[in-house]
């Protein structure tokens, strides 16, 4: 049982430059969520799904889109990468949307932008 | 934007002191849970607190919600060197959660 998992684990890009994160969950939650950890600033929403064929964006969303691909994966795509998106990116999953759902996160992408 | 402050943000101690970590908010939350996050790993979840007042218990940590679900605080007894890691407390918000700034803790043998 591999909960949730992210590819890939580090990225160097140079400005301009695309990709896009992936991430699965193998425990047929509903909601899957991505955020971003810069020091200090604990972890910001950057795009989350509640259920299936839902997306909505989060605190930061700004340079980033996403795709619900199915209810196991969940993509976060840069399409022209900044320097001030240099961070650790977490992917994270949970059986429902809302505060009384335990979130189960993956591994983290770190990313850096040249 | 909720925002959810944390402190202290950085604790230094000797294994056996205790520490209290505090989470506030000018915010009302319906619940708040805390995570904690080892190096290089994403955040688990330690517990969640629902009702304003309530205190809960899981071995040494003690987790406690504010009267007016705008506050929590975490005490750790007698810390241990397994006890370092970044704890990180957030406020449910519509269909997600809102994280705090966090409390890097290092405990030292």
């Known amino acids: 049982n591999a909960g949730v998992t992210q590819t890939p684990k580090f990225q160097v890009l140079k400005t301009g430059q695309s990709m896009t994160l992936q991430c699965a969950q193998d425990?047929?939650?509903?909601?899957m969520y991505w955020y971003r950890q810069d020091p200090g600033m604990g972890l910001r929403l950057i795009y989350y799904?509640?259920?299936?064929?839902?997306?909505d964006k989060g605190e930061v969303p700004n340079g980033y889109n996403v795709s619900r691909l199915n209810k196991r994966e969940f993509s976060l795509r840069l399409e022209s990468a900044a320097p001030s998106q240099t961070s650790v990116y977490f992917c994270a999953s949970s059986r429902g949307a809302g505060g009384l759902y335990e979130q189960y996160f993956g591994p983290g992408t770190r990313l850096t932008v040249t | 934007t909720q925002l959810l402050e944390q402190s202290p943000q950085f604790l230094s101690i000797q294994e056996g002191e205790n520490l209290t970590v505090y989470c506030n908010s000018s915010s009302v939350f319906s619940s708040l849970q805390w995570y904690r996050q080892e190096p290089g790993e994403g955040p688990v979840l330690l517990v969640t607190v629902v009702t304003g007042g309530e205190v809960k218990k899981l071995k040494r940590l003690t987790f406690q919600f504010g009267d007016a679900r705008k506050d929590s605080s975490l005490h750790i007894t007698a810390a241990q060197p397994g006890d370092t890691g970044l704890y990180l407390c957030a406020g449910t918000g519509f269909q997600k959660l809102v994280f705090g700034t966090g409390t890097r803790l290092l405990v030292s043998p």
């Open positions: 799904s509640a259920s299936e064929g839902t997306t």
């Open positions: 425990m047929n939650h509903n909601s």
